[in-house]
């Protein structure tokens, strides 16, 4: 295939582009994609994929499927930040706006990163509390399987390993 802008070198770059719901694609040479404008990924230049922009990408999709039900502009109780501002900006004002914006913002925050849970990391100072908590839901957890599995000795081991976590919280 032809580049076709200047119809004379092998095609190599293929660009797609969804704008709005409509696609457009390019095919060109290797040449006239490093001269083209919309290819320039210099280390100067903010990159067109930040979060907020991907944010805000799945916010027009959300919305165009509820274009048709009558909304009421809906603002956090704590920052009165409105869904609008998180529409337009990306981001949120406050740990309130999760709560209030849930309906969109859980969905959002799934498809991005794939899970809603924190798994990275924690600080060692200020974390160990968090960390003591995390490990008891899953001693819990480990817990009613091995009673479900009627493995009572793992069961009470486990049993006992949580009364500890719990005095040591105390």
Same mark, same amino acid.
């Given at each position: 295939m032809l580049c076709e802008k200047c119809h004379e070198n092998q095609?190599?770059?293929?660009? $797609? !582009?969804?704008?709005n719901g409509d696609k457009k694609e390019l095919n060109i040479c290797q040449s006239c994609?490093?001269?083209?404008?919309?290819?320039?990924?210099?280390?100067?230049?903010?990159?067109p994929f930040s979060f907020q922009n991907i944010l805000s990408g799945?916010?027009?999709?959300?919305n165009k499927e509820s274009e048709n039900a009558e909304r009421t502009? $809906? !603002?956090?109780p704590k920052c009165d930040t409105s869904a609008a501002e998180f529409k337009r900006l990306g981001l949120l004002g406050c740990d309130q706006c999760y709560k209030t914006f849930s309906s969109t913002?859980?969905?959002i925050v799934r498809r991005v990163q794939g899970k809603l849970e924190h798994r990275g990391k924690?600080?060692?100072?200020?974390?160990?509390?968090?960390v003591e908590k995390k490990r008891l839901l899953k001693l819990k957890e480990e817990l009613q399987k091995a009673i479900f599995a009627e493995e009572y000795e793992k069961a009470a081991l486990?049993?006992?390993?949580?009364?500890?976590?719990?005095?040591?919280q105390d």
């Open positions: 095609a190599t770059v293929h660009i $797609v !582009k969804m704008i994609a490093e001269k083209s404008q919309e290819l320039s990924f210099s280390s100067d230049m903010i990159s799945f916010m027009d999709y959300m502009e $809906v !603002k956090c913002v859980t969905p924690v600080p060692k100072k200020a974390g160990m509390e968090l486990i049993r006992d390993e949580i009364k500890n976590l719990q005095n040591k």
